[in-house]
Each structure stands twice: as structure tokens, then as C-alpha cells.
């Protein structure tokens, strides 16, 4: 069975400080997908990234990096210089790939981060 | 706009009541999904649904049923049966596919069991 660990239930930084999210996965398939969400107070999740298992290079957008290691299961997440705006519950998903599963997502317990201004 | 549409945002219901919050979405995806989200335990899979007239149990189905006769629109009954109802439920759809896609999420419905 597959399983998400978020091991930081919740984060608490001053604005401008990096802060990094700590993802572990477990699966017995060799090709997955891992996806991270924001949800803000609203409540709507909002896609921030997918990574297929096959891919391993680290990804930058802005403020936002991701690093995937396979060899030890993670997938962790960091926002560099962070601001109050990104105040939000963060999750870390991983998906089977087969037809059958369409696009089923298990997630984790999700890191609720408070940037304090 | 694009989206999916939920409702109510909040409901209240008195035990041994059944309730049915309703789901639609505009992007013309064929695979639809309901979640419910607990403090502190993530989202767990209720139903999911690929196709029209065509749905699957996920990890906590028990006490919860679902229709998919158009495919805009995926309602979820919350019965009696269910134990303990009060969450967040959350509705998303994505394109049909081997699993590579993202999914896009309602602003959910709130219900609390009084």
C-alpha cells in the first residue's frame, strides 16, 4: 500500500526566512507520480508541482524548490525568503499510474506554515 | 470561468439524517474524486469516478454514495450510516488519464453533525 509522511505537523517562521517541508513516501511501484498542494484559509487546494519517478533533477519556480531523492523516498519542499502570503496548509500526494487507477492521490497529513510578519 | 463548483460551503445536520452535497465542474474532465479532510489526517478517498454512470469505492466508502449521471456533476450523500460525518468534504476532477495528472480542487463543504 502506498503511504505519505509529513513528519512537521506544523511550522512556525519569520517572514523571509527559508523554511523546508519534509516529505517521505512509500510504494512498492516503480513508476509513480508525487505532486505537492497548497491550501490556503479558503479551503480549495491549489497544484503547486508533479514529478514523475523517473525524473530526479531539483526544480525552482521563484521562491519554491523542490528536491526529489529516490534513494531515501523524499520529496521535500522550500520556500526561500518566505512571506506572509504563503501562510497555508502545504500537502505532499503521491498517484499510481495505471489506467485503471485514473488519478487517485494518496496524501499526507499535511504542514500547516505560519509566516509571521 | 473554469472550475468546480461545490455546495453548500457549510451544512448542518441533525444525527440520523442523510445529506447530499452537490459537486459540478465545467472543464470537461471525464474522472471525478471526493475526499474528506480531517484536522491533522490529510485528505482520504471516498469515491472516485472515471467515466459517467461508473464509480469506485476508495480507502473510507462506508456510510457515503454517490451518482455520476452527467458528467458535470458528481454528488456526494452523506447517510446515516456514517459514524462520524462531521469533516470538510472536497470534490475534484482531472482529465482521464494513467495517473500523471493534477487534480483540480472545489472550495469545499464543511458539515457538522449537531
Known amino acids: 500500500a502506498q503511504k505519505v509522511t509529513q513528519a512537521q505537523t506544523e511550522i512556525s517562521v519569520v517572514e523571509k526566512e527559508d523554511v523546508t517541508l519534509d516529505c517521505v513516501y512509500e510504494?512498492?511501484?516503480?513508476?509513480?507520480?508525487l505532486f505537492w498542494y497548497k491550501q490556503p484559509p479558503s479551503g480549495e487546494l491549489v497544484f503547486l508541482i508533479r514529478?514523475?519517478?523517473?525524473?530526479?533533477q531539483n526544480e525552482i519556480s521563484g521562491r519554491y524548490s523542490w528536491n526529489f531523492q529516490k534513494s531515501t523516498s523524499s520529496f521535500n519542499f522550500t520556500i526561500t525568503a518566505s512571506q506572509v502570503v504563503d501562510s497555508a496548509v502545504y500537502f505532499c500526494?503521491?498517484?499510481?499510474?495505471?489506467?485503471?487507477?485514473?488519478?487517485?492521490?494518496?496524501f499526507g497529513g499535511g504542514t500547516r506554515v505560519l509566516v509571521k510578519p | 470561468d473554469g472550475g468546480i463548483t461545490q455546495s453548500p460551503k457549510y451544512l448542518f445536520r441533525k444525527e440520523g439524517q442523510n445529506v447530499t452535497l452537490s459537486c459540478e465542474q465545467n472543464?470537461?474532465?471525464?474522472?471525478m474524486y471526493w475526499y474528506r479532510q480531517d484536522p491533522g489526517q490529510g485528505l482520504r478517498l471516498i469515491y472516485y469516478?472515471?467515466?459517467?454512470?461508473?464509480?469506485q469505492k476508495g480507502d473510507i466508502a462506508e456510510g457515503y454514495s454517490v451518482s455520476r449521471e452527467k458528467k458535470e456533476s458528481f454528488p456526494l450523500t452523506v447517510t446515516s450510516a456514517q459514524k462520524n460525518p462531521t469533516a470538510f468534504y472536497l470534490c475534484?476532477?482531472?482529465?482521464?488519464?494513467?495517473?500523471?495528472?493534477?487534480?483540480?480542487f472545489g472550495e469545499g463543504s464543511r458539515l457538522t453533525v449537531l
Open positions: 475534484a476532477s482531472s482529465a482521464r488519464g494513467s495517473g500523471a495528472g493534477e487534480l483540480f
Open positions: 510504494t512498492r511501484d516503480t513508476t509513480y507520480y
Open positions: 514529478r514523475n519517478s523517473f525524473d530526479e
Open positions: 500526494a503521491l498517484s499510481e499510474v495505471y489506467e485503471a487507477a485514473g488519478n487517485k492521490l494518496t
Open positions: 472543464l470537461n474532465h471525464d474522472a
Open positions: 469516478s472515471q467515466i459517467v454512470n461508473d464509480f
